[in-house]
């Protein structure tokens, strides 16, 4: 059973628009969320994350968004860039030195 | 700085035969992590150290994986015998266990191909 869920496989946006990705979480002992970004052939790197005493955390074009009682966080990416296309993987973890665990990710593609 | 080295990047091996995957984790960083992904599973965690002891290894799908980290500054997984089924994309990933946010450095993989 997934705890952690990201379902849209993918998501279409174009140039300097918003670009929104969402992700559901059932564990309620999750502590930390993170977004990691993936290109192709390589590895995922670390985009932005929060903890679950704050609601929001905002790093230039990338805020999350944390709503503990849905159990639900959102990256908004603002505005969209060409670059930005890539697969983006929600995560959560319980406490420090534990594992993440990953949703299955969001392939975005952001049109020129 | 070196990020998380992973070798090889590509492994091509018939069913039956051994494979070992190498990982030289971010110097400094005393958490290492060992991950898969494929279609079906996404990004599923296979095993982690801390301080180079294993802490969790339920990930680890059947006897034939193993994995050791013998010293901070590297570790393997090793499959035997490998599988059709094993093929999949393998990261290895290493965070400083104090980080507020639990952030892991991945490597780049190594595309896995058993025939």
């Known amino acids: 059973d997934q705890q952690v869920k990201q379902n849209s496989p993918s998501l279409s946006v174009q140039e300097g628009r918003i670009s929104i990705l969402n992700c559901d979480y059932t564990?309620?002992?999750?502590?930390?969320f993170l977004w990691y970004k993936k290109y192709p052939a390589e590895g995922p790197t670390f985009l932005i994350s929060i903890s679950s005493i704050k609601d929001k955390n905002e790093d230039g074009r990338f805020t999350v968004f944390l709503n503990k009682s849905a159990k639900h966080l959102s990256l908004h990416i603002v505005p969209s860039q060409p670059g930005d296309s890539a697969v983006y993987f929600c995560a959560a973890s319980g406490r420090a030195g534990t594992a993440l665990i990953f949703g299955k990710g969001t392939t975005l593609s952001v049109s020129s | 700085d070196a990020g998380v080295i992973q070798s090889p990047r590509h492994e091509v091996t018939e069913m039956g035969q051994e494979v070992t995957l190498r990982c030289k984790p971010i110097s400094g960083h005393n958490s290492l992590f060992w991950y898969r992904q494929t279609m079906m599973r996404g990004l599923e965690l296979l095993i982690y150290f801390n301080n180079n002891v294993p802490i969790d290894d339920s990930g680890m799908p059947e006897d034939r994986f193993s994995a050791k980290m013998p010293n901070a500054s590297f570790s393997t997984l090793k499959i035997q015998p490998s599988e059709p089924r094993d093929s999949a994309v393998y990261f290895c990933?290493?965070?400083?266990?104090?980080?507020?946010?639990?952030?892991?450095?991945f490597g780049d993989g190594t595309r896995l191909s058993i025939l």
């Open positions: 564990n309620s002992m999750f502590d930390y």
């Open positions: 990933a290493s965070s400083f266990i104090a980080t507020e946010f639990l952030t892991q450095h």
